[in-house]
């Protein structure tokens, strides 16, 4: 039975080899064939271009010095002396030189290639040489190469039929080896009587495997202990793991994350935010590393303060804890808390070196179900807008948190406005009072929103101002509006606030865009809320670079809420644009048009142009020109519009 099926795989891997060795021979014999032609081809297309190339330099030379004929001798000379050049055009600044071709090119297998003709020493084309050349050779090459590969392929045959029939004998030792090693197992010894003594390698690889399962048993036993090892490893990474993504590295407290992991857990619960006031100063006075020490002694007098798991301490990141209830508590218990809290606070002592510090802390607290961290977070801001202590949050506090979602979203619409190109600038007239002609425009940023109504910047302006987009919303303004006039007799407006001015990049970009687009007799800077400047030399130095340039200054509201007219007066200032709330009213109250009257007066002595703002009616007009202003703004005139005429009364 062994015997017979011993035969059987003797056949059955003298079929495979054989089958495997002529599907090799077939295989390497096309593919040789196949790869073999396109290395011929590939080296006869070089060889007739490397005879091309040494004629090229001086058939150059022949062309450019106008010696045609000596260049056609060349062409002939060669198609002569070379069999496989079938034929050979000369093109010389696109007329036709030479053609010479042999009469027997039909039924030739043949291909053509072109080589570009330069000037002698320039790169400068002065015409082509197209050349037929044969691949007659190439057959004779390949027959005697077919027949060398049969050759060779046949003993390579012969040699792996001889092989097979060496190798099903030598496999046979190995079935008992490989039925031994079958079902082994490190429990079991390995026995091979019938090979063990031989003098061959089937003896030595018996021999080996008996010695080796001693060896297998020990690394088996080594093994198994070695996977107890690191399983108990793994355990130790996990919890390790888990620890610091729900442990804060410098207390040793649960963190942010697994403040919300607790809260989503449960139905019902209160929750106090503890943030320490003025922290960055003491990281400013002593250190961070004293910083750090203090924050880690007021986790632990926290702690012992409460020493319980209800509530439960947690530590949100910087100056900031969190206290977790685990029910819905009152609002009276929170408060009766968190005046106790805040007493024992305020007795907690710090020491470093020979000093003693104590921590004023800001709290807001918040009970319910869901989302009661963003409200003791609002609750925390209320506390600190007001400088209490502490706040809880009301349902009054709703308007807040609507207010800080509305804000969200616009911050969110605002990113959105400046992928789309939808901050646009508006641009509303400014009328001389004489000619009643507009003189210029002052450029109003808008957005266009996603249903593609205009929005004020009353709706988003001050949003932006506590975002990272509002210098993004500034340089837009400046580099649209800065291109919008580039081709006009306009002059025009930019607003510009005090931070503005104050920022080293917003005043880049202003400079690049003003010599970009030679706008710089054109362009005025309208300062807003120039009420709040409160470094005069720094404002003074740039009004002075900019005017240099070319550029003009204007003071945006002034005359209501100043206390500053001196120092205002003394800036390099070209334009005053009168404030609005004294315009809109100046027909009925006298007031009004006493102070519009000084201002334009004073400005006037000063060399001031005056504008005024705000200009709705016919009225409001005739009263303001009548005071000797040189300008005004408003509706009367018309509303900002996106485009406008750029041809102005200059």
Request: glycine share 4%.
């Amino acid at each position: 039975m062994l015997l017979n099926i011993s035969k059987s795989l003797s056949r059955r891997i003298l079929t495979y080899f054989f089958i495997v060795s002529i599907s090799l021979i077939l295989l390497i014999f096309y593919t040789f064939e196949a790869v073999g032609k396109e290395a011929f081809k590939s080296l006869e297309k070089s060889k007739a271009e490397v005879v091309i190339d040494t004629i090229i330099p001086t058939v150059s030379m022949d062309l450019y010095l106008g010696m045609d004929d000596q260049a056609k001798q060349l062409i002939e000379n060669i198609l002569k002396a070379n069999k496989n050049i079938l034929g050979i055009t000369l093109i010389h600044n696109k007329k036709v030189v030479a053609t010479y071709m042999k009469q027997n090119i039909r039924n030739k297998d043949y291909f053509v290639f072109t080589k570009t003709i330069t000037k002698p020493n320039s790169k400068e084309k002065i015409g082509n040489i197209y050349v037929v050349y044969s691949y007659e050779h190439y057959e004779e090459i390949i027959d005697k190469y077919k027949k060398i590969l049969l050759m060779f392929l046949g003993g390579i045959a012969l040699l792996l039929f001889l092989f097979s029939v060496y190798l099903e004998q030598l496999l046979s030792p190995f079935k008992a080896i490989v039925a031994a090693l079958a079902d082994y197992s490190p429990k079991k010894d390995l026995h091979f009587p019938d090979f063990i003594h031989r003098e061959d390698e089937i003896g030595s690889i018996a021999r080996v495997l008996e010695s080796m399962q001693n060896r297998i048993k020990k690394y088996a036993l080594k093994q198994e202990n070695m996977n107890k090892i690191l399983e108990e490893k793994v355990q130790e990474k996990t919890k390790e793991l888990r620890n610091r993504l729900y442990i804060d590295s410098l207390t040793g407290l649960a963190n942010r994350l697994k403040l919300q992991e607790d809260l989503s857990q449960l139905p019902h619960a209160s929750i106090v935010i503890i943030n320490i006031d003025s922290f960055k100063e003491i990281n400013d006075l002593f250190g961070h590393k004293i910083g750090d020490k203090i924050l880690k002694d007021f986790a632990v007098k926290l702690k012992n303060l409460i020493n319980t798991n209800n509530p439960r301490l947690y530590r949100l990141g910087g100056d900031e804890f969190a206290l977790l209830f685990h029910n819905k508590m009152s609002r009276d218990d929170i408060k009766l808390f968190l005046d106790s809290l805040t007493k024992n606070i305020e007795k907690m002592v710090f020491v470093h070196g020979d000093k003693e510090l104590s921590l004023h802390v800001s709290m807001g607290a918040a009970a319910g179900e869901k989302g009661i961290l963003e409200k003791a977070d609002i609750a925390l801001k209320k506390a600190k807008k007001a400088r209490r202590v502490y706040a809880i949050y009301e349902y009054d506090d709703a308007k807040v948190e609507k207010e800080y979602e509305k804000n969200i979203e616009w911050i969110k619409k605002l990113k959105r406005s400046i992928e789309l190109d939808r901050v646009v600038p508006f641009f509303q007239p400014i009328v001389n009072t004489q000619t009643r002609k507009p003189k210029g425009y002052e450029c109003l940023i808008r957005i266009i929103d996603d249903n593609g109504s205009v929005v004020s910047p009353g709706v988003f302006l001050e949003i932006a101002k506590k975002s990272r987009y509002y210098n993004r919303l500034t340089g837009i303004m400046i580099e649209k509006s800065c291109q919008y006039f580039s081709q006009s007799t306009c002059s025009f407006s930019i607003n510009l606030s005090i931070l503005d001015i104050l920022d080293p990049n917003i005043v880049a970009h202003l400079k690049e865009s003003i010599q970009k687009y030679e706008v710089e007799n054109k362009i005025i800077l309208e300062i807003v809320e120039s009420e709040g400047i409160e470094n005069y030399e720094l404002v003074y130095n740039f009004f002075t670079e900019m005017k240099e340039i070319g550029c003009q200054i204007a003071i945006d509201d002034f005359g209501t809420g100043y206390s500053n007219f001196e120092h205002i007066l003394k800036l390099p200032i070209d334009y005053i644009k009168i404030d609005g709330s004294l315009i809109e009213n100046i027909c009925e109250n006298e007031d009004s048009e006493l102070i519009v009257s000084t201002i334009v007066d004073f400005a006037h002595k000063k060399g001031i142009k005056t504008v005024s703002e705000y200009v709705s009616n016919k009225e409001i007009f005739e009263k303001i020109r009548s005071l000797g202003v040189d300008y005004a703004q408003g509706f009367y005139f018309d509303k900002p519009k996106q485009y406008v005429e750029k041809d102005c009364d200059i």
